[in-house]
């Protein structure tokens, strides 16, 4: 058995590719196998040039494009080593990456996922700042709900919590952040205070194309998220078609309506404040105080005067948080 398996899922082949399994392959940490998760493309091995001749890689292979989840959980599912860790086709991970995360889950047997920092770069290699996440662990279970508190491309996480929880399907372009969102209720999670990914972020890069499908998928995940933790059942086919819209704004809108009825009221807040955000019109901004005051109307006491700020501010500021 392996330290640590590598799972990379991809769809098409990219220039971005090959240097993405030699960063894998490059690791100060020798003692990995590294999955290669081809969703359709029939590449071959042959194709890699020498880095396909490395005993740690495997493929495998699935006959067409199953989607990000699908190719996920197929990766996990054919990882033995005891911890996985997780990297985009298209990004670059630094050279003492996985010996640094393993030390940390070694180090701390409690520990179920660890992350790192990571640098933006474009399609050049260019640096482009820094990618968004919390370095403080009792910051990420309330952000969860929201957004992901950690980078999801950097992160490696014991083997049986990947397997515990599943990418889900209903989530196609955003199955991460329902995965972190129910593993930040249920487990912990940490950043390492060093950049050890280069995250590549590029006009056809997944994350901007799909911008309108991951803001729906973002809305019916705080629902979710506010269904467990008021002890009810997800209910997750009522809550997808409820959002199912034709625009994203109009899903946020639906689902502050959705918040409202499960009292979950600065949920429903922040829901409303996104429906403006993705459309900004005098209109748009009656119905977003509107339903804001709603919210408002029916919290009572700390809960009251934080439905105006998350409304005003967004999470950051409301939940008083650090990123990096």
């Known amino acids: 058995m392996p330290e640590v398996s590598v799972v990379t899922v991809f ?3 990219t220039p971005f590719l090959r240097p993405a399994i030699a960063s894998v392959l490059g690791q100060t940490l020798r003692d990995l ?3 290669l998760v081809d969703n359709g493309t029939g590449l071959r091995a042959d194709d890699l040039g020498e880095l396909g001749r490395d005993p740690r890689l495997r493929f495998v292979r699935l006959p067409r494009n199953e989607g990000i989840p699908a190719g996920h959980n197929a990766g996990v599912a054919a990882a033995t080593g005891e911890f996985i860790a997780l990297l985009d086709y298209d990004d670059l991970a630094l050279p003492h990456r996985l010996e640094r995360q393993a030390a940390a889950l070694r180090a701390d047997p409690g520990l179920s996922l660890v992350s790192a920092l990571a640098e933006r770069i474009d399609e050049q290699g260019r640096s482009c700042g820094k990618e968004f996440c919390l370095p403080n662990a009792s910051e990420h279970r309330a952000y969860a709900p929201y957004a992901a508190p950690v980078v999801t491309p950097l992160a490696m996480a014991r083997r049986e919590v990947l397997r515990a929880l599943p990418y889900r399907a209903e989530f196609p372009f955003a199955a991460d952040l ?5 593993l930040a209720e249920r487990g912990r999670m940490a950043v390492l205070p060093e950049v050890l990914l280069r995250y590549r972020w590029y006009s056809a890069n997944t994350t ?3 911008a309108d499908a991951i803001e729906q998928s973002r809305c019916a995940i705080q629902i979710l998220a506010g269904r467990r ?3 009810r059942p997800e209910e997750i086919a009522s809550v997808l078609a409820a959002t199912a819209v034709p625009t994203a704004a109009e899903a946020w809108r639906r689902g502050a309506e959705l918040c409202l009825a499960g009292e ?3 949920f429903a807040a922040f829901q409303a404040r996104r429906s403006f955000a993705l459309e900004r019109t005098p209109t748009r901004a009656v119905r977003a105080a509107r339903l804001a005051a709603r919210a408002w109307s029916r919290a009572h006491g700390v809960e009251r005067a934080q439905v105006a700020r998350m409304f005003f501010t967004g999470p950051v500021r409301t939940l008083r948080l650090h990123p990096a």
């Open 229 to 231: 933790l008021s002890g």
């Open 208 to 210: 901007r194309e799909r």
């Open 178 to 182: 329902d995965f972190q969102a129910r």
């Open 33 to 35: 196998e590294y999955v």
């Open 264 to 266: 979950f009221f600065v």
């Open 11 to 13: 769809h098409r082949d």
